[in-house]
């Protein structure tokens, strides 16, 4: 299995979540940015479960080197790499705030989604778990510029999981909602519309195990979704959302 983003918590739920269901796994590779934190990970992982892992360093803000991935094949890879950014007024205009979030929610990492799905496609099987967020489902002046990156990383995944199809490849995109993460830590979320990173990784299993194709963490967020996306947009333009 390939954990991008792998200091995630969602994506140490999911992993935990996975053994637990006693899948099995030749290795985990664990890409990080930070390679210390996911060292303790790693170890806990091999206590616990006895599953041999192996951290990979690789830091979207940086030039990538993909021959050190060469080695590295597998049926199922789970994305959870992610940035909010900087949600201020000044923060929405920063130039260096702006090139991040792009950056490492689409730019930086759609060429390594790409480089990872072409060894599937040449083995005719797997599975790309990939987050996404409803923030792209519709630009609102909280954080369209976030927004407009999870928006573009949803149509790769929609062309990729339709070009993927008949290579035996399957792609399924995950639209978290308000997650009770450190990325979300002293922003005032609504607890009946927030899920733990337990809850997700529950959620986004029983998804990837029933073959959907797109899947909201809660319920709800499908029907507030289709609700905010319906709003004419003479009103929408005036409401602080």
């Known amino acids: 299995?390939?954990?991008?983003?792998?200091?995630?918590?969602?994506?140490?739920?999911?992993?935990?979540?996975?053994?637990?269901?006693?899948?099995?796994?030749?290795?985990?590779?664990?890409?990080?940015?930070?390679?210390?934190?996911?060292?303790?990970?790693?170890?806990?992982?091999?206590?616990?479960?006895?599953?041999?892992?192996?951290?990979?360093?690789?830091?979207?803000?940086?030039?990538?080197?993909?021959?050190?991935?060469?080695?590295?094949?597998?049926?199922?890879?789970?994305?959870?790499?992610?940035?909010?950014?900087?949600?201020?007024?000044?923060?929405?205009?920063?130039?260096?705030?702006?090139?991040?979030?792009?950056?490492?929610?689409?730019?930086?990492?759609?060429?390594?989604?790409?480089?990872?799905?072409?060894?599937?496609?040449?083995?005719?099987?797997?599975t790309m778990i990939v987050l996404s967020s409803v923030a792209g489902e519709r630009g609102r002046q909280s954080n369209f510029i976030y927004g407009s990156a999870k928006a573009g990383l949803t149509a790769y995944l929609s062309g990729l999981r339709n070009y993927l199809y008949d290579k035996k490849v399957h792609v399924l995109t995950v639209k978290p909602g308000f997650m009770d993460t450190k990325m979300t830590e002293g922003l005032p979320l609504n607890p009946k519309l927030t899920a733990t990173p337990k809850q997700a990784a529950e959620g986004i299993y029983k998804a990837y195990k029933s073959g959907k194709n797109v899947a909201y963490v809660l319920p709800i967020w499908s029907v507030i979704m289709l609700i905010i996306r319906n709003i004419p947009e003479f009103i929408f333009k005036k409401l602080k959302l």
Not at 3 to 9: A, F, V
Not at 38 to 43: D, L, M, R
């Open 1 to 126: 299995m390939i954990i991008l983003g792998s200091n995630s918590e969602i994506s140490q739920a999911f992993v935990e979540k996975a053994l637990e269901a006693h899948e099995k796994y030749s290795t985990i590779y664990l890409f990080t940015s930070n390679t210390e934190t996911t060292e303790k990970f790693a170890k806990h992982i091999d206590v616990k479960f006895l599953q041999q892992t192996e951290v990979i360093e690789m830091d979207l803000r940086k030039e990538i080197d993909y021959t050190k991935f060469d080695h590295i094949n597998s049926d199922l890879l789970f994305c959870a790499t992610g940035y909010l950014g900087e949600g201020t007024e000044e923060g929405l205009y920063d130039q260096k705030n702006t090139e991040l979030i792009i950056d490492i929610n689409y730019a930086k990492l759609v060429p390594v989604l790409n480089f990872f799905a072409s060894k599937m496609e040449r083995q005719r099987a797997g």
